[in-house]
């Protein structure tokens, strides 16, 4: 009898998987992303996850892999096979940008029919996360703007806090250097043909002070000429007037892009060492990006090598891979200028690496915490995580569907489709 209550339990979960291609998912998910509300784009981040673990509770309990769509600080939604009455609890393993992920428990707060034997599922988190912890939309982008036109600066600035920027604004190279100096910023877009210190001197203080972040020339110099003059003189990109708002949003989608973790993160012995080549990999971009500018081959074969060495050892093979590519071009008579966008490349790649983070310091144990405390659970892809010790609760503002009852306003479930 227990048998052929497990063998019922397994046949209702795969009556709740979807089967659909990935490109029938694709489709179904942008179509739900054009009808999303103007404001949603706000507090509701791209999280697309193609087969994210989620547990359901109830008649048709156990595990699942479904699609997912968005995520907020308070909830996500997911695809699923069947109808999911409101008021159903469970848990998702949400995956990180690093590659971990971290139990979550939800409540079910809404159900939406798609299409035949697709729904879209929405969720209330019990307890509120950090949205860019999963998806890279959601992080903020620390810009400087510096320009000495206000009127155009104010409608730029309009534009990137309306893709989640958070900027600051100078009206001089100087006064750049000197924000440089005492804050940390993703991108510095910086205007050419400025009084008192244009961009290009500016650049050159910045690169011969250590600075190594992105810096992108934001000018009217419209010829090819001028161009590559910046990209060789210290800029990493460049951006002309008139831009359209593609251009600004893939900017800063550029300096949001996915960090690389070192393949050996899981060896906590090799922590300490991947941390010192992360702390010193900013010297080695200031030292290729002085040879890129002087277009000096001697410096640039000796780090592509150096980089090839040590890439590989910490975990980081794509630095491996990009470096030697260098070397061997170098070596085989390649110019430097030649070479520019693959060196360029390999700059990008090393800004994005991370090295492993710290985990938290354990509480200290009391007897009342010993005697209460949850046993964790450990998955393959992240650390232990405690099971909640609380009641589920919703977060104020997002009133589940109570009961047993479809939510008010949502289709009932067709009587030949599963519900759960």
């Not at 640039?300 to 040590?310: D, F, I, M, N, V």
Request: glycine share 8%.
């Amino acid at each position: 009898m227990l048998e052929a209550a497990n063998s019922s339990v397994g046949e209702a979960v795969a009556r709740r998987a979807l089967r659909l291609g990935d490109g029938a998912v694709t489709r179904i998910l942008d179509e739900l992303d054009s009808q999303a509300p103007a404001g949603a784009a706000r507090t509701q981040f791209r999280y697309r996850q193609p087969l994210l673990q989620i547990h359901l509770e109830g008649a048709l309990s156990g595990a699942v892999r479904a699609p997912t769509r968005w995520i907020s600080k308070s909830g996500m939604t997911f695809l699923n096979a069947c109808f999911v009455y409101g008021g159903t609890h469970g848990r998702a393993k949400l995956v990180t940008l690093h590659g971990t992920w971290n139990d979550v428990s939800f409540t079910v707060n809404a159900c939406r029919y798609v299409e035949p034997y697709v729904y879209e599922v929405e969720v209330a988190f019990d307890e509120q996360i950090d949205p860019s912890v999963y998806s890279i939309e959601a992080g903020t982008t620390q810009v400087l703007l510096v320009d000495d036109q206000p009127l155009l600066a104010r409608l730029v600035m309009r534009q990137l806090q309306s893709m989640n920027a958070v900027v600051e604004y100078v009206d001089s190279g100087k006064a750049a250097i000197e924000k440089a100096a005492k804050n940390r910023y993703d991108i510095i877009l910086m205007d050419i043909l400025m009084p008192e210190m244009d961009g290009r001197e500016a650049v050159r203080a910045l690169r011969e002070a250590g600075y190594v972040g992105r810096v992108v020339a934001f000018t009217a110099l419209s010829d090819p000429k001028d161009r590559d003059a910046l990209l060789s003189g210290g800029f990493d990109a460049y951006l002309s007037k008139p831009f359209s708002r593609e251009e600004i949003k893939g900017l800063l989608e550029s300096s949001r892009a996915e960090p690389i973790i070192s393949s050996l993160t899981g060896d906590s012995s090799m922590h300490e060492l991947i941390g010192e080549f992360v702390a010193a990999l900013p010297r080695w971009i200031n030292t290729l990006l002085k040879a890129l500018e002087q277009g000096d081959r001697g410096p640039l074969e000796g780090l592509s090598r150096e980089l090839k060495a040590h890439g590989a050892a910490m975990g980081f093979e794509v630095l491996t891979a990009e470096a030697a590519a260098i070397e061997t071009a170098l070596r085989a008579g390649t110019s430097v200028g030649e070479l520019s966008e693959r060196i360029r490349h390999l700059i990008e790649t090393c800004r994005l690496v991370r090295a492993p983070s710290k985990p938290p310091a354990p509480p200290a144990a009391t007897p009342e915490s010993a005697a209460g405390a949850a046993k964790p659970t450990r998955g393959k892809r992240g650390k232990a995580s405690p099971k909640p010790e609380a009641a589920p609760s919703t977060p104020t503002g997002e009133q589940p569907a109570g009961g047993d009852a479809p939510q008010a306003g949502a289709p009932s479930p067709p009587a030949t489709e599963p519900t759960a």
